[in-house]
């Protein structure tokens, strides 16, 4: 069946629509989406084809200029469900639409562009070059998008100095910590200047004061920048603190999604309560 793409309208710009998103991976995709779409269990279709259903039926609507938090617990499928927004893994069935285009359509040097002008990423992983220096791998983006070399290695500077990094510009990534090189992919996320920005457990590999003050100057940029955040994690204090919005995933399925006090108050089955039963906390 023809998937159409509606066109695109003021109000969808920097929001992230996903309408019924799966994922299988294995040699047995096809059977395994069917059996996802007719209700199965992650369990059952690992057991019935081997293969490994990651996303299940994935339907939210990500609002533009929040901090919409997507958490869960480990093979929850919340890593793979973000790397679908900026196309590093292909859904196997459904629709992510960006600014009304559907990101599963797009072609390589389509994905590419989203990339470099849209959608920057955050990774668990660092995610950096070792053979560039801090302030190459900072101003990444602009270097790549040919703007000139001085204005890209200033802006980068800028938001080096604004995580903490000042100082450390011409150091390589084996020369810092793993905390600081978090915080070096941040920056190279923020200079990258897109209107969305997507963050996997960004601030893991943080000390508990720094990851603090991170999450601070990230609620101050949303603030004063505006853009379309969303933020993975593991951790419901930092979801609580961070997200206007949280989604709860479990076994690939969306468990529920709402404002932090709705989460809390009204955890809709027994997974979520989980979350939420040892926490007792005033947000009004």
Known sequence: MEV??????????????????????????KEGLKLAQQGASKEDVLLRTGSNLALADVTMHIPAAQI??????????????????NGLIQATAGEILIDGRNVVTLNEEELRQLRRNKVSMVFQSFGL?????????????????????KDALAHAALWLERVGLAGYERHYPDELSGGMK?????ARALAANTDILLMDEAFSALDPLIRADMQDQLLELNQNLGKTIVFITHDLDEALRLGASIAIL????????GAPKDI?????????????????????
């Open 182 to 186: 978090q915080r070096v992919g941040l």
């Open 68 to 85: 919409f938090v997507i958490m869960g617990l480990s093979g929850s499928g919340k890593s793979t469900l973000v790397r679908h927004f």
């Open 264 to 284: 809390l108050d009204n955890p809709a089955d027994e997974y979520v309560a989980r979350f939420v039963e040892r926490r007792a906390v005033n947000l009004e």
């Open 4 to 29: 159409i793409t509606p066109p695109f309208h003021a109000d969808l710009a920097n929001s992230i629509e996903v309408r019924g998103v799966y994922k299988v991976f294995g040699d047995y995709m």
């Open 129 to 149: 070059m070792p053979h560039k220096s801090v302030i190459e791998n900072a101003a990444f983006a602009g270097l790549t998008r040919g703007e000139q070399r």
């Open 250 to 257: 479990n076994g690939g399925r969306v468990a529920q999604v």
